[in-house]
């Protein structure tokens, strides 16, 4: 306002104002708590529970003769299919059922042998869940990241595989955990293993919740090309144990024609010598044979 000559009264502006410092400093302070809160959730601990670990060399299945397999892979919140995580995580899927050595290849699409490999990976969060995190993100938030919170997700995987058109399916299941830790001031989870960010937290989880059950379907008898651990022994084996049997062996230093009337050796010596299974001897074996079970 002029008012006279060229003297002017001018009104405080809002940025020299009384309290234009405290403005200033409270706009600081909140880019700072902003930037701490992003860098703190950027950088939040994950871990995934312990209850399944990565398979060792020796508990591996090996197959003889590996088959090609067509794959199909889904990833699912709540049971509905969840196109993003499907596609963010189907390589790591692949990569997962390759270094099994279970098939000689993996196509997307149908094979010779018609062999079918179906894996899904849900996200069974339940509303409780649900809502648990949700409180334990509003206190984080609220607090600017200095009161930590431990949020979980639980995932639960299906493995299904047919060797052919007609061949029975062989399905098997496994269970999953993955703990985000987030705050400043919190506690490890237990039960759980750290491993670093996020994202390798994941592919870790789905390594070990593919691999394990996948190596179970391996281990069922209907699952062509795997090397059982009961096998029968070979031929060889077979006719160099009735060879050294008793019977073999009393045959072999008999006579023959000056034998006593009654030649019929007793019948565990009989079975021995044919180098089949007594109940005595083999009870698993009889058991197995209808014919064996009156």
């Not at 006279?4 to 706009?27: E, L, N, Q, T, V």
């Not at 409780?128 to 949700?134: F, G, I, R, T």
């Not at 989870?189 to 491993?195: C, E, G, L, S």
Request: aromatic share 4%; with cysteine; glycine share 8%.
């Amino acid at each position: 306002m002029k008012l006279g000559g060229d003297m002017h009264i001018r009104r405080p502006s809002a940025a020299s104002g009384p309290f234009a410092a405290a403005r200033r400093w409270f706009a600081r302070l909140s880019v700072a708590l902003a930037l701490a809160a992003i860098a703190s959730a950027a950088s939040a601990a994950a871990y995934i529970s312990d209850s399944i670990t990565d398979l060792k060399p020796e508990d591996k299945v090996v197959v003889a003769a590996p088959q090609p397999v067509q794959l199909i892979f889904q990833f699912q919140t709540k049971g509905a299919p969840n196109a993003r995580a499907t596609k963010l995580l189907k390589q790591k899927v692949i990569d997962t059922v390759k270094a099994s050595g279970l098939f000689s290849s993996i196509s997307d699409d149908a094979v010779p042998n018609g062999a079918i490999l179906s894996i899904s990976i849900n996200d069974i969060a339940s509303p409780k869940d649900m809502s648990d995190a949700e409180g334990k993100g509003v206190i984080t938030g609220a607090t600017f990241f200095v009161v930590g919170s431990n949020i979980a997700d639980h995932y639960l995987c299906t493995v299904d595989y047919v060797a052919s058109p007609t061949a029975p399916k062989i399905e098997r299941t496994a269970r999953h955990a993955l703990i985000v830790q987030m705050g400043i001031i919190n506690s490890p989870p237990p039960n759980a293993v750290k491993i670093g960010g996020v994202n390798e937290a994941i592919y870790t989880m789905v390594r070990q919740i593919v691999s394990n059950p996948l190596n179970e379907v391996a281990k069922d008898p209907g699952f062509l090309g795997a090397s059982a651990a009961s096998q029968a022994p070979p031929p060889a084996a077979s006719e160099a144990a009735a060879s050294s049997s008793p019977a073999a062996q009393a045959g072999g230093s008999s006579p023959g024609p000056t034998a006593s009337p009654d030649t019929t050796p007793p019948a565990s010596q009989s079975a021995a010598g044919q180098g089949l299974a007594t109940p005595s001897s083999a009870p698993a074996a009889a058991s197995g044979n209808p014919a064996a079970n009156p």
